[in-house]
């Protein structure tokens, strides 16, 4: 067994096709299904149920992957030491992000990040909590910026900010001529939401103490893919939703017919983390990302310091 054989098994379990990864390996298809099978053989497990038409991962499969995939970071972290003598902040750092937070968030701080730290490369992917959760479990990302507590012993938090939640709502809306929006008001409006699966819809209905998602009315089969989707619907006339404060700075917040007001209760915000493994090797890495984040924050949101005290 070598470090090319887990390298192997690791592309094939995340393409689920042996040709596929081959080329991602830089070898033939032979070559790499050969070593698998040695692999295999002297494992006496099958790590893979082969079919004509898919790859799978068998349950003892599942498990030497994991540990295939921590010798690999290790593996990484032993490169990382050698060339962090010369420059710790060297290298490429693979960052996931909510769909809700990357759009608003990146373009405030990448050009700051290149300019004071050039050696440092984002890899940048955007995708809902759950996956991003995953993938980090999964050695597949280095950290991610999620908008949710983690529960996953494995992972570490690193608290960035608190951003409170604004109400958008159409201009020939009830709540146009309303000098103060209460909870009581929210509580009882049809409000659009995102999909399943994004957390700014369980948040919205948090905020406004819905307990589930209404099944009836108007609203009930709108379900947007993404906030800027979903603010399309709130211009069109269709209902209101709340955005987080980051999202204000959009280009649909002048010109679309939507009203924004901040929300006036206590409890109206959702705290913003760099989320990683405990294991990681770079953490300096991450003190500095939080660090260009905080100084690039805008006014609408309060950044939290490293002991993760509002500031």
């Known amino acids: 067994m070598n470090i090319r054989d887990l390298q192997y098994i690791i592309a094939v379990a995340e393409t689920r096709h042996f040709g596929k990864a081959a080329e991602r390996s830089f070898v033939s298809q032979p070559t790499l299904s050969g070593q698998i099978k040695k692999l295999e053989e002297h494992l006496g497990v099958a790590i893979f149920?082969?079919?004509?038409?898919?790859?799978?991962?068998?349950?003892?499969?599942?498990?030497?992957?994991?540990?295939?995939?921590?010798?690999?970071?290790?593996?990484d972290a032993i490169e990382q030491v050698a060339q962090a003598h010369h420059d710790p902040l060297a290298g490429p750092l693979r960052l996931g992000a909510i769909p809700t937070i990357s759009p608003y968030l990146m373009p405030l701080i990448l050009m700051p990040l290149k300019q004071d730290y050039p050696q440092l490369r984002l890899v940048l992917s955007e995708e809902v909590t759950d996956t991003l959760t995953r993938r980090l479990q999964q050695h597949e990302i280095d950290a991610a910026l999620l908008a949710t507590p983690v529960e996953e012993p494995e992972l570490e938090t690193m608290p960035l900010f608190d951003e409170p939640f604004w109400l958008a709502h159409p201009r020939d809306h009830a709540f146009y001529n309303k000098e103060h929006i209460t909870r009581?008001?929210?509580?009882?409006?049809?409000?659009?939401?995102?999909?399943?699966?994004?957390c700014l819809a369980k948040q919205t209905m948090e905020v406004c103490r819905l307990k589930e998602?209404?099944?009836?009315?108007?609203?009930?089969?709108?379900?947007?893919?993404?906030?800027?989707?979903?603010?399309?619907?709130?211009?069109?006339?269709?209902?209101s939703t709340l955005v987080p404060a980051l999202a204000m700075r959009g280009s649909w917040a002048t010109g679309s017919g939507i009203v924004t007001r901040e929300l006036e209760f206590p409890d109206a915000y959702r705290r913003v983390s760099l989320v990683y493994r405990a294991s990681f090797p770079r953490i300096e890495a991450l003190h500095t990302l939080a660090r260009v984040i905080h100084d690039h924050l805008p006014n609408t949101v309060t950044p939290i310091d490293a002991v993760g005290v509002r500031g």
């Open 49 to 75: 149920e082969r079919t004509n038409r898919s790859v799978e991962v068998t349950p003892i499969g599942e498990v030497i992957l994991q540990h295939a995939r921590q010798i690999m970071e290790q593996v």
């Open 184 to 198: 009581e008001d929210l509580e009882t409006t049809e409000l659009l939401l995102l999909a399943e699966g994004h």
């Open 213 to 239: 998602r209404s099944t009836r009315g108007e609203m009930a089969d709108l379900r947007a893919a993404s906030l800027e989707t979903l603010l399309q619907l709130v211009g069109a006339g269709f209902g």
